[in-house]
């Protein structure tokens, strides 16, 4: 059974940092990432990374945020810094098994003064 258990998010002033990580079991993966959704908007992509280490980066976050992956341990991480406040959403994580893709339920974001 594969599992996705994420855990980083909270509440930030605009500039702060957090490191969000993601810790999957039950697959091999290939492709593993981060995804943002806003209340009303559609998921978006915040980060991808493979195994073999090539990234996909949101123009929106690209130079503030950071994605890494531990194919030993099936984590993979996003810091996050320089936040602002429409970085506020609800983060999820993605991992793709054989054939499928796999969402974490998610956490929450929120960045405010």
């Known amino acids: 059974q594969v599992q996705l258990v994420e855990s980083g998010g909270g509440s930030v002033q605009p500039g702060g940092s957090l490191r969000l990580s993601c810790a999957a079991s039950?697959?091999?993966?290939?492709?593993m990432g981060w995804y943002r959704q806003d209340p009303g908007k559609e998921r978006e992509l915040v980060a991808t990374i493979t195994r073999g280490g090539n990234t996909n980066i949101a123009d929106s976050v690209k130079g503030r945020f950071t994605i890494s992956r531990d194919n030993a341990k099936n984590t993979v991480n996003v810091q996050t810094n320089s936040l602002k406040p429409e970085d506020t959403a609800v983060y999820y994580c993605?991992?793709?098994?054989?054939?499928?893709?796999?969402w974490g339920k998610g956490t929450l974001v929120t960045v405010s003064s």
């Open positions: 993605y991992a793709r098994g054989i054939g499928v893709g796999y």
């Open positions: 039950g697959s091999i993966f290939s492709t």
